[in-house]
């Protein structure tokens, strides 16, 4: 399975993406799976093949893998005008080199290499 879930109440999930999975559409598919509108996407630890980040107005920066370190993400999910969800996620990164970024995650743009494990927390409108 691309992605597992975890329902740990009503209010929130613990969600596994697999590798070779895109980040940002991922939470986006799970959150439209699950019914959740709004919510905040906290994480920690895991891994992408590279990092694609926007670092500023009409500005990204590519990170160069094979493996990128994510120390840090938060987000949130909030609805369009079609109620789908859309995530808007922010993360700190570092490459093999040591070097650290930071920035939003592009969608379609940043594929898990080993694992990412992050909880999805629903809130109301």
């Known amino acids: ?28 598919k799970t959150c439209l799976k699950e019914n959740i509108l709004n919510a905040f996407i906290r994480g920690s630890l895991g891994s992408l093949t590279s990092a694609n980040l926007e670092i500023a107005e009409g500005k990204s920066q590519a990170v160069e893998g094979p493996v990128v370190e994510i120390l840090c993400l938060n987000g949130e999910i909030k609805c369009d005008d079609g109620d789908v969800p859309q995530a808007s996620l922010y993360g700190v990164v570092v490459d093999q080199h040591g070097d650290i970024r930071a920035g939003r995650f592009i969608p379609s743009a940043n594929n898990v290499c080993v694992t990412m494990e992050l909880i999805i927390e629903e809130w109301g409108d």
């Not at 691309?2 to 939470?27: F, G, H, M, W, Y």
């Open 1 to 28: 399975m691309a992605v597992e879930v975890n329902k740990l109440n009503s209010r929130a999930i613990c969600v596994r993406i697999a590798p070779n999975q895109d980040l940002v559409t991922s939470i986006e």
